[in-house]
């Protein structure tokens, strides 16, 4: 299968032997191919008994809703059509729309109503909350509960909208217009006597949350001209984003102005993206060329610890990708393969002197590294391997499957002691640690623009150093920073499309897979480069 | 101890079989061992904004630690409580899947951890008969020490079986511990202490806290003030009450969903309808 772009294709003319074969034909296992259901739950509460009542949430919830039906959601649960929910009927609906998700699902829940925070604690308030409970998440609903539910369903991404920012529920009069907008006599909505919701960052993991206003800082509603029928200002600007089908993160950072400039910027919503970086909202959205070029680097990786960690990391890049579920389910096919490759033998010569930790460039053989994750190199296990008491001997606290994430504690000779993530330590053998001490050649790749689409003569620097980069007894680390491009996500999605395309290459010039190790987006490399190592492997 | 959590840090990744058969400890041991080893506490924390004891304010207190000589480290896993003089109450969890007693030791007299209080060895563990798991409730066990422990702690009494009024929803509570104070860290070395308030069995069952996972042998204490809580190391410790004019041990520290999270309020075993506990310290025959 030949899905090369252009720049790929560059590549592959500058050094012709070796480049003039074909990819392989791409694994079975890979050729699935699933679109996520994209699923949501939206809810608009106006009426309260213990607050006071609003008006646009029944039109936020509707213009909502008929928005995410026109980008071919499969499902678009409503919590009520009156304005009416009560926090039994709320924890009912959302307990009915956990159960409707499925692992690899795109989740998006909408609020609008009152949110009050307290201690930090954002909170969903209910048709019948009061205004001081003893305890206030059995009177309300907190945010947290409403994500800690999703995630329990395994979605692959879930999305939080809370339009929810507005001025106390429980202070005024029931026909209160402290939130709307009026151009000609409004201030600061954050002042005393009123109460936004607090910063939240989301759990660990895909998840997106996205307030219609700063942390501590409330929304208006409306403004002084819009007609009663009208949804606020925050919702009909972001359903107008929406339907631009843009990914998500393009179309929150364009709501963000559009919100400010209809406010005179009194009013800035604010955002988080967690672990997401290409999230289109479109369920018919065809897939990216480059995602499909990527897909075909990351089917072809081996050794099997690298293919866990790359397969990993399209995951985490591509959530929702139409290969998403092949990646997740190789990955539990993995986890659940039965140790049965022999464990490898002791070296027969005496190791050699332990490089302390911190100086280890490389690890080849039974541990090996993979990628930056907060500047500290990460290791994965190539083959099922035992862990032992002592570096010789002791009790044998069972086998670590291959492609498990390991920390490296120690290294000795052959040996290295482990952490594994379930607080199980010990030794295990067949580890291959090369200094940095050992590199005999670096070259340096230095990319025109920002974005993946790389200039022919950006690669020239690889071609000229194609006969020492597959020259024997050596290993080839790959290290390359992030684009230069301003999205985060997309920043890192460049540094890591350029080292796939340069562990390709290296691959095609000879090199064996199990020395080639690729660490993406190191914080080490500039911005738009690359750092490709030769290394002397001593055993 | 804080079960759910430690479930949820296992990688679906990593699996552990086989080879020569390892020995058999509760988690909060092979967590202990893992800090001594690599210094990283693999489960979140417990007393959570709590206050530092006052020395001699909790005489009955113990802590579980790792055995060792009077000058080695104490590498605390659990606590408990001094309910007779060769007798310590903890959590079942804390000692269970087949827990030898020389696999850990008992420290009495201790409100720093690293310098006071002398070590006791422990002659024999009960479990309660019906304990299976912290989450199915009957989480408490007896440790039974070789020697009286009272020249260095003081015995608490514990509230009779069948007293509702001692764990009345809304009446304070106390909770002693050493377990760590933030996210990863380490047990702490002072003696830390936490005043809450009993809750409902109806409203730890709501669905945003346990949704109907309590039962008739466990009891919730939290406070209004989020973040609040005990966990992880204060496992096995007292939670205790003032009844008819004395403090008195109402519950012990059994489980939870992490820690300090917002409705997901601490769980206890509840003693008024554990009657095994009292039967045992009254007549060890009972046990």
């Given at each position: ?15 012709a ?9 791409p ?14 739950l ?9 607050a ?78 009061t ?26 991404v879930?999305v ?59 929304a ?12 606020s200002i925050?919702?009909?600007h ?17 709501v963000?102005?559009?919100?400010a ?13 967690s ?23 990351v089917?072809?990786?081996i ?11 399209f ?39 332990p ?12 541990l ?22 002592r ?31 379930d ?6 053998e ?62 890192r ?47 | ?53 006052r020395?001699?304010?909790?005489p ?8 060792g ?76 020490l ?40 380490g047990p ?46 204060d ?24 820690c ?28």
């Amino acid at each position: 299968m030949q899905r090369w772009n252009f720049p790929a294709a560059c590549l592959l003319t500058l050094v012709a032997t070796p480049l003039c074969a074909q990819l392989p034909p791409p694994p079975d296992w890979s050729l699935e191919v699933k679109r996520p259901a994209r699923r949501a739950l939206v809810i608009g509460i106006a009426s309260y008994d213990n607050a006071r009542q609003l008006i646009t949430p029944r039109m936020d919830a509707e213009q909502f809703a008929q928005t995410l039906t026109a980008l071919n959601f499969n499902t678009v649960d409503r919590a009520s059509i009156d304005g009416r929910s009560e926090r039994s009927i709320l924890l009912a609906k959302i307990a009915a729309f956990k159960a409707k998700l499925e692992p690899g699902d795109l989740a998006v829940v909408y609020y609008s109503g009152h949110g009050v925070q307290v201690n930090g604690i954002n909170y969903l308030v209910g048709s019948d909350g009061t205004a001081k409970p003893e305890y206030p998440g059995l009177d309300w609903i907190s945010v947290d509960y409403v994500i800690g539910e999703i995630a329990k369903a395994k979605a692959a991404v879930t999305v939080l909208v809370l339009d929810a920012c507005r001025a106390d529920p429980f202070t005024g009069t029931a026909d209160d217009d402290r939130d709307i907008f009026d151009a000609t006599t409004a201030g600061p909505l954050a002042t005393a006597g009123v109460q936004g919701l607090a910063p939240a960052g989301g759990p660990l993991g895909p998840f997106v949350i996205a307030f219609a206003a700063q942390p501590r800082m409330v929304a208006y509603s409306r403004t002084s001209t819009d007609p009663l029928t009208t949804s606020s200002i925050y919702t009909r600007h972001l359903a107008s984003r929406l339907v631009r089908n843009a990914p998500l993160g393009r179309a929150l950072a364009g709501v963000d102005t559009d919100v400010a400039g209809a406010t005179d910027g009194r009013q800035k919503p604010m955002s988080s993206l967690s672990q997401v970086w290409d999230l289109p909202m479109d369920g018919l959205k065809p897939e990216s060329v480059t995602t499909e070029e990527e897909w075909a680097f990351v089917v072809s990786t081996i050794p099997i610890g690298q293919l866990v960690a790359q397969l990993t990391d399209f995951v985490s890049f591509h959530p929702i990708s139409v290969h998403a579920a092949a990646a997740r389910a190789k990955l539990a096919q993995i986890a659940a393969e039965p140790p049965s490759v022999p464990q490898p033998q002791p070296q027969p010569q005496l190791p050699p002197p332990p490089p302390p930790v911190e100086n280890t460039a490389i690890l080849l053989g039974a541990l090996q590294s993979t990628r930056m994750v907060d500047g500290k190199v990460t290791a994965v296990t190539n083959s099922p391997v035992s862990v032992r008491e002592r570096r010789k001997g002791g009790a044998n606290f069972g086998i670590v499957s291959a492609g498990s994430r390991v920390q490296l504690l120690e290294s000795k000779g052959h040996f290295a002691r482990i952490l594994a993530p379930d607080g199980r330590f010990g030794w295990i053998e067949g580890v291959n640690t090369v200094n940095r001490e050992q590199i005999k050649l670096d070259v340096r790749l230095g990319f025109s623009s920002g974005d993946e689409f790389a200039d022919a003569n950006d690669w020239t620097p690889l071609g000229d150093a194609a006969r020492k980069l597959s020259a024997p007894s050596t290993a080839v680390t790959i290290r390359t920073g992030r684009g230069s491009v301003s999205d985060v996500g997309q920043s890192r999605l460049v540094g890591r499309v350029r080292a796939l395309r340069i562990r390709e290459y290296v691959l095609r010039l000879g090199v064996p897979p199990e020395r080639v190790v690729v660490l993406e987006n190191d914080p080490g490399v500039d911005a738009d480069e690359a750092r490709i190592s030769v290394l002397k492997v001593t055993s | 101890m804080k079960t759910w959590m430690r479930l949820a840090l296992v990688p679906t990744a990593l699996i552990l079989v086989g080879g020569d058969k390892p020995e058999i400890v509760s988690q909060p041991i092979a967590n202990a061992r893992t800090f001594a080893a690599t210094g990283k506490w693999l489960v979140d924390p417990k007393v959570l904004e709590g206050d530092f004891a006052r020395a001699g304010d909790n005489p009955w207190q113990v802590a579980l630690v790792l055995p060792g000589g009077e000058s080695s480290s104490r590498v605390l896993f659990c606590g408990g409580s001094l309910v007779s003089p060769r007798m310590v109450l903890t959590a079942a969890h804390c000692v269970d899947r087949g827990t030898s007693a020389s696999a850990l030791e008992v420290v009495v007299g201790a409100t720093d951890l690293a310098r006071d209080g002398k070590r006791f060895k422990v002659a024999l563990i009960r479990l309660h008969p019906t304990y299976i798991s912290p989450n199915q409730g009957d989480d408490v066990a007896i440790l039974e020490l070789d020697s009286d422990a009272t020249p260095l702690g003081k015995v608490v009494p514990l509230i009779a079986a069948g007293d509702t009024l001692a764990d009345a929803p809304g009446s304070s509570v106390r909770a002693t511990g050493w377990g760590a104070t933030s996210l990863g860290s380490g047990p702490v070395r002072d003696l830390r202490t936490i005043d809450l308030s009993i809750l409902s069995n109806k409203q730890c069952n709501d669905p945003v806290a346990y949704d109907g996972a309590i039962g008739t042998s466990m009891v919730c204490a939290g406070d209004k003030r989020f973040g609040r809580d005990t966990c992880q190391g204060d496992s096995g410790g007292p939670l205790t009450g003032i009844v008819r004019g004395a403090r008195t041990q109402i519950g012990v520290v059994s489980w939870g969903e992490k820690c300090g999270l917002p409705d997901k309020f601490g769980v206890y075993a509840r003693l008024t309808a554990l009657p095994w506990a009292q039967r045992c310290v009254a007549d060890r025959a009972t046990c």
